[in-house]
T-cell receptor, first 110, second 111 residues
Framework: RKEVEQDPGPFNVPEGATVAFNCTYSNSASQSFFWYRQDCRKEPKLLMSVYSSGNEDGRFTAQLNRASQYISLLIRDSKLSDSATYLCVVKNTGGFKTIFGAGTRLFVKA | NAGVTQTPKFRVLKTGQSMTLLCAQDMNHEYMYWYRQDPGMGLRLIHYSVGEGTTAKGEVPDGYNVSRLKKQNFLLGLESAAPSQTSVYFC??????????FGPGTRLTVT
């Protein structure tokens, strides 16, 4: 079983739609969680960190469920520019081991 | 402020050839990383460094060597390239907080 698992998609949604991605992780000692965005043939870029109480950044909301060991990303009012691959990232306690999920592809169409 | 830069951007090697990938960062970050990314798989850590003069193995270190002689530079070497090393290589740097900033990547093909 992979340490971090994501639905690869693709998710095809119309502009203005709300879309949610989930990501599960297997190591209960994981301490830090992030969502990165990666455009086609580009480098990953940090989208947002994920905090225990949940956090929001504009149209993006991230949630963490430690009991079930998953994190989620909700995108409201999708824009064409949101089309990208979204990477779930988990960092374990006390070290530098950062595990990247394989990513979920999102296509937003007009 | 260029962030993280990588050279070269593209390279084609024949099996058995060697090469060095250069990563440079101007954010004064202590930590630097080398990853490879293959289709359908997440980024996999090859080697990392927690400071000038230090290096450590990541998840997939075999066939690669690294050096960090200066804080701002992190070099990745392939001594004898193999087709299995065809991939996109990303360098990243970070502070202790763990948010990583990536370079634009090097696309390597080994024939």
């Amino acid at each position: 079983r992979k340490e971090v698992e994501q639905d690869p998609g693709p998710f095809n949604v119309p502009e203005g739609a709300t879309v949610a991605f989930n990501c599960t992780y297997s190591n209960s000692a994981s301490q830090s969680f992030f969502w990165y965005r990666q455009d086609c043939r580009k480098e990953p870029k940090l989208l947002m960190s994920v905090y225990s109480s949940g956090n929001e950044d504009g149209r993006f909301t991230a949630q963490l469920n430690r009991a079930s060991q998953y994190i989620s990303l909700l995108i409201r009012d999708s824009k064409l520019s949101d089309s990208a691959t979204y990477l779930c990232v988990v960092k374990n306690t006390g070290g530098f081991k950062t595990i990247f999920g394989a990513g979920t592809r999102l296509f937003v169409k007009a | 402020n260029a962030g993280v830069t990588q050279t070269p951007k593209f390279r084609v090697l024949k099996t058995g050839q060697s090469m060095t990938l250069l990563c440079a960062q101007d954010m004064n970050h202590e930590y630097m990383y080398w990853y490879r990314q293959d289709p359908g798989m997440g980024l996999r850590l090859i080697h990392y460094s927690v400071g000038e003069g230090t290096t450590a193995k990541g998840e997939v270190p075999d066939g690669y060597n690294v050096s960090r002689l200066k804080k701002q530079n992190f070099l990745l070497g392939l001594e004898s390239a193999a087709p299995s090393q065809t991939s996109v290589y990303f360098c990243a740097s970070s502070r202790i907080t763990g948010e990583q900033y990536f370079g634009p990547g090097t696309r390597l093909t080994v024939t």
